[in-house]
T-cell receptor, first 115, second 113 residues
Framework: DAGVIQSPRHEVTEMGQEVTLRCKPISGHNSLFWYRQTMMRGLELLIYFNNNVPIDDSGMPEDRFSAKMPNASFSTLKIQPSEPRDSAVYFC?????????????FGNGTRLTVT | GESVGLHLPTLSVQEGDNSIINCAYSNSASDYFIWYKQESGKGPQFIIDIRSNMDKRQGQRVTVLLNKTVKHLSLQIAATQPGDSAVYFCAEKGRGSWGKLQFGAGTQVVVTP
């Protein structure tokens, strides 16, 4: 099992540029989560999907952030335009279909730096 | 100027000793709890979970205790090893909030030889 795969591992971009983060969940997991981690606020849930449908996007900070899940094996988180305060580590996690009381399995994250 | 970040509580433990990491959770309606370990440069890694109808659960070298009366969760690590050095997070899930975890601030565990 390859686990949750995120790309890129590191992204450095200039303010105003579009950033796209990618995630491949664990095969067979029907729920996918995007989290952001900063020193100031710790781990924050941005959005989560179940069966490719967004269930709760109340954690998405602004309209500059958008997420898609076109199929069961791929999701993207896009920031357009990016700002320095978006600098953080972004994690994707997945959970099995009966994920009501199942742990989330995290990828190793994308460290985003916006200058 | 510099940003001020969270100062994680730190637990220093001598190799071979037992560690106890504590967590106060916020929602009395939470029904599922998880402990995660996060090493530098990696994502949170699942350690052990417990449902609210239990008060103790044991894994390999780890035990989680749940006290719902005072909303307290603890993780005990037996015979702490250098590889246990990491940040440990507790997470809770509110009843009915399908899959949505709320994470604590974390505790830095440093294992000294």
């Amino acid at each position: 099992d390859a686990g949750v795969i995120q790309s890129p591992r590191h992204e450095v971009t200039e303010m105003g540029q579009e950033v796209t983060l990618r995630c491949k969940p664990i095969s067979g997991h029907n729920s996918l989560f995007w989290y952001r981690q900063t020193m100031m606020r710790g781990l924050e849930l941005l959005i989560y999907f179940n069966n490719n449908v967004p269930i709760d996007d109340s954690g998405m900070p602004e309209d500059r952030f958008s997420a898609k899940m076109p199929n069961a094996s791929f999701s993207t988180l896009k920031i357009q335009p990016s700002e320095p305060r978006d600098s953080a580590v972004y994690f994707c996690a997945s959970s099995p279909a009966d994920g009501y009381n199942s742990p989330l399995h995290f990828g190793n994250g994308t460290r985003l730096t916006v200058t | 100027g510099e940003s001020v970040g969270l100062h994680l509580p730190t637990l220093s433990v001598q190799e071979g000793d037992n560690s106890i990491i504590n967590c106060a959770y916020s929602n009395s309606a939470s029904d599922y709890f998880i402990w995660y370990k996060q090493e530098s440069g990696k994502g949170p890694q699942f350690i052990i979970d417990i449902r609210s109808n239990m008060d103790k659960r044991q894994g390999q070298r780890v035990t989680v205790l749940l006290n719902k009366t005072v909303k307290h969760l603890s993780l005990q690590i037996a015979a702490t090893q250098p590889g246990d050095s990491a940040v440990y997070f507790c997470a809770e899930k509110g009843r009915g909030s399908w899959g949505k975890l709320q994470f604590g601030a974390g505790t830095q565990v440093v294992v000294t030889p």
